[in-house]
C-alpha cells in the first residue's frame, strides 16, 4: 500500500505498462562499524580506503571521535580516509558513524611505514684550500627528512684550523698543509644518521687548485656566466668535464643517468644548453639552460706543467614560470561502464612537450639502483584505466568499488614537472536492471478493457 494503484496521468501505451519508483525506509535497529583493520600506509605515498558500516537505514555519516589521524590524512563524511600520509608511525583513533538515529564507534589502527628516498650524503670531491686562507665549502645531503644536522665523527681529523658547522658548512683557516681524511655525519629530523668518508688537499700557493668549490643557480632560456677559477701551479688552465649526473628532486625520480669515462674527458648533454668556455685569460660555465633540474658536476682542472685538480659541484637550474596540475576533483567512475576525463594544467597551449604519467615511489634497493616501491590496490589507478600522454584518463574500470589514490606526474621538455595525489571514487554500476513488462490471461483481457475504456472516454470528449 505503498504506492496508489497506478500513479500516473496515464497508462504507458507503448511499453504496455505502468512502472512507478518509490522510496521505503527500512532500518535494522542497530549500526555498526565493519571495518576492523587498515591497509598498512606507506610514507609519502597516497593513500586511500573507504570505512565499511553495516545496519542502520543504509546511509552513513562518518567522523572522527576520538585520537589522531596520521598528519596527511583526513576523514570525510563518506568514509572515505584518503590522502598523503608524512610521518611514519601507528596511529590510533575511533572511527564514529552515524544513520538515522543510530550511531556506532570503533577504535581504528593504522600503520604509517617509512618511505621516500633513503638519507644520502651525496658523493663530493672537496675543492683544494690554499694554507692560511680562509675557505668555505658545503655538505649536500637528499632524501631523508629535512631539515638536517651535520657534524665530524673526529674533531682532530680535521685539518687544524677547520670545522664543521651543523648546517653543513666546512669552514675556518687552514694552518698545516697536507692530505687529511676525515668522516662527515648528517642527522635528518626522523632521527636517521648517515656518514662518509671525505678528503681534503691542503696547498701552498705554488700548488695547482680549484678554488671553485661552488656555482650560481641558473634559469631556463636565461643566459648562464659562471667563472672557473683555480690557484697556484703553472698557467694557461684547461678545463674539462670527467663527471654528469642528473639528481632526483622528488620522490618518484631515480638519478639520471653517469657520464664518466674513467677519468677521462665526457661531453654535457646535447640538451642541456650549458658547457665549458675556455678563454686565454678566464674560464667560464656558459651558455642557455633548456632543461630544469639538480646536477652533479665533476670539473679537471690541467695547467702547463700537466699538473691535475678535480672538484665536484652542484648546479641547480630553475624556471621562472612553475607547471602544475590544475584539475582538483575527478568525477565518480562506475564499475563496467566507459569513463573519460581529461586531466588540465598551467602551462597553456604553447607549452612544448607535455607529458602526463602515473610515476611510483623510488626507492633504493642497493647503491645505484632504484625500483618501485610496493603499493596497496587503492593506491593505483583503478584496473581498466589507463592515462595518456595528454592527461586523459579513459577506460571502462572494472575493480573493486572503493576510493583509488594515486599519483599523477606531469612533465615538459623544459624539465618543469609537477607531481600530485588525485582520487577516483569507483561506484558500482549505475545500470538498473531492465524490468520486462508483460502480461498473460486474465491479466491481459483486464488491461485490453482498460485501455479500450480509456480510449472511449477520449473519443467522448
Not at 674533531?155 to 677547520?162: A, I, K, S, V, Y
Amino acid at each position: 500500500s505503498a504506492t496508489s494503484m497506478f500513479g500516473g496521468s496515464e497508462i504507458t501505451i507503448v511499453n504496455n505498462c505502468f512502472t512507478q519508483a518509490a522510496s521505503v525506509a527500512v532500518t535494522t535497529g542497530t549500526v555498526t562499524v565493519s571495518t576492523a583493520a587498515l591497509p598498512t600506509a606507506t610514507q609519502y605515498a597516497p593513500y586511500g580506503v573507504r570505512l565499511v558500516a553495516t545496519g542502520g537505514t543504509g546511509i552513513y555519516a562518518w567522523e572522527l571521535a576520538n585520537g589522531a589521524l596520521p598528519p596527511g590524512l583526513t576523514l570525510s563524511a563518506a568514509g572515505d580516509l584518503v590522502g598523503t600520509p608524512s610521518t611514519a608511525g601507528t596511529f590510533s583513533f575511533d572511527a564514529k558513524v552515524t544513520s538515522g538515529t543510530l550511531n556506532d564507534t570503533r577504535n581504528l589502527s593504522l600503520t604509517v611505514s617509512p618511505g621516500g628516498l633513503p638519507l644520502v650524503i651525496v658523493d663530493q670531491s672537496l675543492t683544494a684550500a690554499e694554507f692560511g686562507r680562509t675557505y668555505t665549502t658545503s655538505f649536500v645531503a637528499v632524501g631523508g627528512r629535512p631539515p638536517y644536522e651535520w657534524r665530524a665523527l673526529d674533531l682532530d681529523e680535521l685539518p687544524p684550523g677547520l670545522g664543521v658547522a651543523t648546517d653543513g658548512l666546512l669552514e675556518g683557516r687552514p694552518l698545516m698543509a697536507g692530505d687529511f681524511a676525515f668522516a662527515i655525519e648528517v642527522k635528518d629530523s626522523t632521527g636517521a644518521t648517515v656518514s662518509k668518508e671525505l678528503a681534503l688537499r691542503v696547498v701552498t700557493p705554488t700548488s695547482l687548485s680549484i678554488a671553485t668549490s661552488a656555482v650560481e643557480g641558473a634559469s631556463v632560456g636565461r643566459e648562464y656566466l659562471q667563472p672557473l677559477v683555480a690557484v697556484g701551479g703553472t698557467p694557461p688552465y684547461a678545463w674539462t668535464l670527467i663527471r654528469f649526473q642528473e639528481l632526483p628532486e622528488n620522490i618518484t625520480d631515480a638519478p639520471g643517468e653517469v657520464l664518466f669515462n674513467n677519468g677521462g674527458a665526457v661531453a654535457f648533454p646535447a640538451d642541456f644548453g650549458i658547457d665549458i668556455d675556455d678563454r686565454d685569460t678566464s674560464d667560464y660555465l656558459s651558455g642557455t639552460p633548456r632543461k630544469a633540474g639538480l646536477y652533479a658536476m665533476t670539473l679537471k682542472v690541467k695547467d702547463g706543467a700537466d699538473t691535475e685538480d678535480t672538484a665536484s659541484v652542484l648546479l641547480r637550474v630553475t624556471y621562472r614560470d612553475g607547471l602544475a596540475i590544475t584539475t582538483q576533483q575527478l568525477p565518480d567512475a562506475f564499475v563496467g561502464q566507459p569513463y573519460q576525463v581529461r586531466l588540465t594544467h598551467n602551462g597553456g597551449s604553447d607549452a612544448v612537450g607535455i607529458n602526463f604519467s602515473t610515476p611510483c615511489i623510488m626507492q633504493a634497493v642497493r647503491p645505484g639502483e632504484f625500483q618501485c616501491a610496493a603499493s596497496e590496490p587503492l593506491q593505483r589507478m583503478p584496473v581498466g584505466l589507463s592515462l595518456a600522454a595528454d592527461g586523459t584518463i579513459l577506460g571502462t574500470p572494472n575493480g573493486d568499488t572503493g576510493t583509488y589514490t594515486f599519483l599523477v606526474k606531469v612533465a615538459d621538455a623544459t624539465g618543469r614537472q609537477d607531481v600530485r595525489a588525485v582520487a577516483i571514487r569507483l561506484r558500482p554500476d549505475f545500470a538498473l536492471e531492465r524490468s520486462s513488462c508483460s502480461t498473460t490471461g486474465l491479466e491481459a483481457s483486464l488491461l485490453t478493457l482498460a485501455l479500450a475504456g480509456f480510449a472511449l472516454r477520449r473519443r467522448r470528449r
